[in-house]
């Protein structure tokens, strides 16, 4: 089993900044792809970004160049620093991780003031 522990969220007023990051412990052989997605309420979880080991990163259209994401292989922890947050960034954030299995973190809430 891997267990994913995200931090960094919180309350940020429109246009703000926050960086979240995702701690991976446990039994971890060779983590691929680490990533993040997100959950509104009432929609659908949705793709934010992700980054492969050693490969580019890829986000979805709704956050490029207003994100990035990053990730250190040796701590098994990836990042996702958030900038120019809008309102409608407002979700609760999940970590991902790609063992061949997938795996969860609980979820971290940002919220975006207008």
């Known amino acids: 089993q891997v267990q994913l522990v995200e931090s960094g969220g919180g309350l940020v007023q429109t246009g703000g900044s926050l960086r979240l990051s995702c701690a991976a412990s446990g039994r971890i052989l060779t983590i691929n792809a680490m990533g993040w997605y997100r959950q509104a309420p009432g929609k659908q979880r949705e793709f934010v970004a992700r980054?492969?080991?050693?490969?580019?990163?890829n986000y979805a259209d709704s956050v490029k160049g207003r994100f990035t994401i990053s990730r250190d292989n040796a701590k098994n922890t990836v990042y996702l620093q958030m900038n120019s947050l809008k309102p409608e960034d407002t979700a609760v954030y999940y970590c991902?991780?790609?063992?061949?299995?997938?795996?969860w973190g609980q979820g971290t809430q940002v919220t975006v003031s207008s």
């Open positions: 991902n991780a790609d063992q061949g299995t997938s795996y």
């Open positions: 980054i492969l080991r050693g490969g580019s990163p």
